[in-house]
């Protein structure tokens, strides 16, 4: 064992004794695994199971090694775990260990903090100016200025009072409107500054995928240098990179940018501006109209239709002539008034930048208008390539999540990440002669791949129900049969239940079935509504030991709790996605094109990692027990059930219902006894 692996292990000895926890094997392989990556630089992707303690396997390391470490993570409560929790607990025993003082920062994008400049010259902005009108936000303006002007405040939108999204708005900017803290009057103080100032010289620094999948696809520096990256929850990051990059427009953002516009610089141009805005709106809704009078219409577009070319085509031109006048007015030097063009131009190109992309998506871009909120989106098709030359060939890259595998293989979150399996391959990564043998260039094939396992009992601490003969789930959410079956195990069980549904319709049927037949019961259901923050969902959740949670896809992942308030999981069908989803399905057209199969290849991994972080949410510490019940036949009567089941964690498996409801009762009655 080298002097590092010895101190790694130490170190990890220490942090594990200052959180009150024990050591465990897939812990230990896990940090000798990151400790290798980090020293010899070399990506690693691991799975570890839940239970496993990934979050001190990765940062014990970091820390040992003295090198700069950022981890990004796809929740906002992982990164609170982080940061208030792990972090925290384990600084004091690290800094004696190491004989330094060890540090750590969060980092989030400029509109997650709120901008003084703006909220100080709130009487000269237009959007302050438009919430003040509405005497229901006044009270929440009052309180956030209260707030940012108090001892200690972070400015931090996580940390603010609750307001309304409005007021946060008027209060923020985003990273293309802010004028920098160099020329900002209130530079000094800025809040989103101080917070990276901070996190420039921070051995860990934590944030989330987006503001990296931000820098990677732009090739545009956001975040601090780092000398590794850890992707926690790395499941989930080609999805939030898609996300991040995906351009959209609407005609609020359009008129949003027409009377900044008007507002600083008034006259034929922004009244132009305006003109084009209006007409946009209108082609923008008749459109929408359309669609909804004929569903058929919607999904992916080949080109922009036709009655939205012209108008946005005008609101590019528009806005050019704008830009150009404002650019061109160079007499300001009141410095508000100069972070009030730095806003306007922000706003301003963000809108062109989108226009212009809309008008010439190519083929390696999906295009699609989204109905209901008169929306038009662009993402692209594939992102692994950008991910492989712009994150893997830069440093170490440890990427980790308890569901990695489908199948037990990992090859497909490894292909969606970027990272080359087998070997080099032509076609996926430069020869070292084009890349010219750079020093210090990462090879994307140069991976280690772990799996170290969970320490918890599955097989005796879980059961896996597969009713066989359940009609297939159809269109129209959770069928007759499925419903009454989800009544009698929630029942059985007492309440102590989180139902999974893939649609909020399902998850509406299921609210008003059980209303009806567990009335007697007066067990609590808290249902999940549209817009609801899923905190608040949980923590009602955990309070209450009888009580059934029903909620939708945010509700999969992420949810921690342990002991008798969750001792059923119900998942309503395979987790596939929607026939009409523009990007997988154009992702999957794509493999069916190239000879493969769409379904194999791309929807089939994504229910599988999906399912298993949804049976995930049963077993969370040693001692908890209980049943997960899918109530989707296709599991068992289907081919590609197999490749499902071996992505879960290894339950018990039964198809007998009377034998769950028994062991449910059973379970009922004991924590009742305790």
Not at 141 to 146: D, H, Q, S, V, W
Not at 616 to 628: Q, T, W, Y
Request: charged share 25%; aromatic share 4%.
């Amino acid at each position: 064992m080298s002097e590092y692996s010895k101190k790694v292990r130490s170190a990890l000895d220490a942090a594990v004794a200052a959180i009150g926890g024990s050591p465990r094997d897939g812990q230990i392989e896990m940090a000798e695994a990151v400790a290798n990556a980090l020293s010899d630089r070399h990506h690693l992707l691991v799975q570890a199971g839940t239970g496993t303690g990934k979050s001190l396997a990765y940062l014990v390391p970091a820390l040992v090694h003295g090198k700069k470490v950022l981890v990004a993570t796809a929740t906002l409560a992982l990164q609170r775990q982080l940061v208030e929790r792990d972090l925290p607990k384990i600084k004091a025993a690290l800094d004696k260990e190491l004989n330094r003082d060890i540090s750590f920062a969060i980092y989030k994008g400029v509109g997650n903090y709120i901008c003084l400049q703006k909220m100080n010259n709130a009487p000269n902005d237009p959007e302050a100016q438009a919430v003040l009108e509405v005497s229901s936000l006044e009270g929440d303006a009052k309180r956030l200025r209260a707030w940012a002007q108090s001892a200690n405040a972070t400015g931090d939108r996580d940390d603010a009072p609750e307001v309304d999204r409005r007021v946060w708005s008027a209060n923020s900017v985003s990273g293309r409107e802010c004028m920098g803290a160099d020329e900002c009057p209130s530079g000094s103080k800025c809040f989103a500054a101080l917070a990276k100032a901070k996190a420039q010289t921070a051995d860990i620094v934590v944030t989330n995928h987006t503001l990296l999948a931000i820098e990677i696809v732009d090739s545009h520096p956001i975040l601090p240098e780092r000398d590794a990256i850890v992707l926690d929850e790395a499941h989930e990051f080609m999805d939030r990179t898609t996300q991040a990059v995906t351009e959209e427009i609407t005609a609020a953002r359009v008129a949003r940018a027409a009377n900044m516009a008007r507002k600083h610089l008034p006259g034929k141009a922004s009244d132009a501006l305006h003109k084009a805005s209006e007409k946009f709106a209108k082609a923008l809704g008749e459109y929408a109209d359309d669609l909804k009078a004929d569903p058929t219409k919607a999904g992916r577009l080949e080109k922009l239709p036709s009655t939205l070319e012209a108008p946005l085509r005008a609101i590019k031109e528009a806005v050019a002539s704008v830009t150009a006048l404002i650019s061109a007015d160079a007499q300001i030097i009141d410095p508000n008034s100069m972070a009030e063009r730095a806003r306007v131009k922000g706003a301003l190109n963000e809108v062109s930048q989108t226009a212009t992309k809309l008008l010439k998506p190519g083929h390696t871009h999906v295009l699609w208008f989204e109905p209901t909120y008169s929306t038009l989106y662009l993402a692209p098709l594939a992102v692994s390539d950008v991910l492989r030359g712009n994150l893997l060939t830069q440093t170490p890259v440890i990427a980790t999540s308890a569901t990695l595998t489908v199948g037990k293989s990992f090859d497909a979150i490894a292909k969606n990440i970027g990272f080359v399996i087998g070997g080099k391959n032509e076609d996926e990564v430069e020869d070292d002669e084009e890349r010219g043998e750079k020093k210090g260039v990462m090879d994307p094939a140069n991976l280690q791949i772990l799996d170290v396992g969970s320490p918890f009992d599955f097989a005796n601490q879980g059961m896996l129900y597969l009713p066989k003969d359940l009609p297939e789930p159809g269109r129209d959410g959770p069928s007759r049969e499925a419903l009454t079956e989800l009544g009698e195990l929630i029942q059985a069980a007492g309440g102590r239940t989180l139902a999974l549904f893939s649609s909020w319709r399902g998850v509406e049927a299921a609210d008003e079935h059980l209303r009806n037949v567990l009335a007697e019961l007066k067990l609590p259901i808290i249902t999940q509504r549209r817009g609801d923050s899923v905190g608040p969902l949980v923590d009602k959740f955990a309070k209450d030991e009888k009580s059934i949670l029903l909620g939708t896809i945010s509700l999969w992942q992420g949810i921690d709790v342990p002991g008798p308030a969750c001792t059923l999981v119900v998942i309503d069908r395979i987790p596939f996605p929607r026939p009409d989803e523009p990007v997988l399905s154009a992702r999957a057209a794509e493999a069916d094109a190239a000879g493969g199969s769409g379904f194999m290849q791309i929807s089939l991994p994504r229910a599988a990692l999906l399912l298993a972080q949804g049976t995930g949410r049963l077993i969370r510490s040693l001692d908890d027990k209980g049943v997960v019940a899918i109530l989707d036949s296709r599991i068992v009567n289907k081919r590609y059930g197999s490749i499902l089941l071996n992505s879960m964690p290894p339950f018990w498996r039964t198809s007998d219902g009377a034998v769950i409801k028994e062991a449910l009762r059973r379970l009922d009655a004991q924590y009742l006894e305790s």
